[in-house]
């Protein structure tokens, strides 16, 4: 069965860092793009960082641009994110997302067919 | 950034009626929309990509339409459990973005 889950959500402290990680099974994870998408309490799907499944390309939306860090491990199945300069804004419950293969394989600019039941991270003092 | 507005905010309407949906986008995203349905405390659900094909298991009464601009998320007789938020994506050009969601209620 194809799975996500994440894991590494809590209390961030403003200005400080967290790495929130996901853990992949049930498919060849290098053959696909993936990605963070969060959602805010009580707000919309915002996605944030994207990357190929080779590693070799990654993108961030602008509001986690400088700040965040995304990355893979495919000899072990995980997907992480790295949050640096954490703010309040940033609450929300972070989702780790594959690629449909819709693109092609490898590519992070898709759809996403599967989605983790989300990782929750509140920053506050 | 291409920004995609979705409406109507909510749509209330009874099962067995039809569900008209749509997403207008600030710039062409050619045919690269995908829709998601997304239930309280739920993650999204994969419903539709570019344009118009259905993701595996989704049922036909899912149907989409459009390119470009504009494109339609048609639920063509409702079911108890589509009653949700629908969302929209475009892939088309980075950064990806989602629009704000519909939310389909029981009238």
């Known amino acids: 069965e194809v799975s996500l889950l994440e894991s590494g959500g809590g209390l961030g402290q403003p200005g400080g860092s967290l790495r929130l990680s996901c853990a992949a099974s049930g498919f060849t994870f290098s053959n696909c793009g993936m990605s963070w998408v969060r959602q805010a309490p009580g707000k919309g799907l915002e996605w944030i960082s994207g990357?190929?499944?080779?590693?070799?390309?990654?993108y961030y939306a602008d509001s986690v641009k400088g700040r965040v860090t995304i990355s893979r491990d495919n000899s072990k199945n995980t997907l992480d994110l790295q949050m640096n300069s954490l703010r309040a804004e940033d609450t929300a419950l972070y989702f780790c997302?594959?690629?449909?293969?819709?693109?092609?394989?490898?590519?992070?600019?898709?759809?996403?067919?599967?989605w983790g039941q989300g990782t929750m991270l509140t920053v506050s003092s | 950034e291409v920004v995609l507005t979705q409406s109507p905010a909510t749509l209330s309407l009874s099962p067995g009626e039809r569900a008209t949906l749509s997403c207008r986008a600030s710039q062409s995203v050619d045919k690269y929309v995908a829709w998601y349905q997304q239930k309280p405390g739920q993650a999204p659900r994969f419903l539709i990509f570019d344009t118009s094909h259905r993701a595996t298991g989704i049922p036909a009464r899912f149907s989409g339409s459009g390119f470009g601009t504009d494109f339609t998320l048609t639920i063509s007789s409702l079911e108890p459990e589509d009653f949700a938020v629908y969302y929209c994506?475009?892939?088309?050009?980075?950064?990806?973005?989602f629009g704000g969601g519909t939310k389909v209620e029981i009238k």
């Open positions: 997302a594959k690629g449909g293969r819709i693109a092609g394989a490898g590519r992070a600019n898709d759809a996403f067919d599967i």
């Open positions: 990357i190929s499944g080779n590693g070799g390309s990654t």
């Open positions: 994506q475009q892939r088309s050009s980075w950064p990806l973005t």
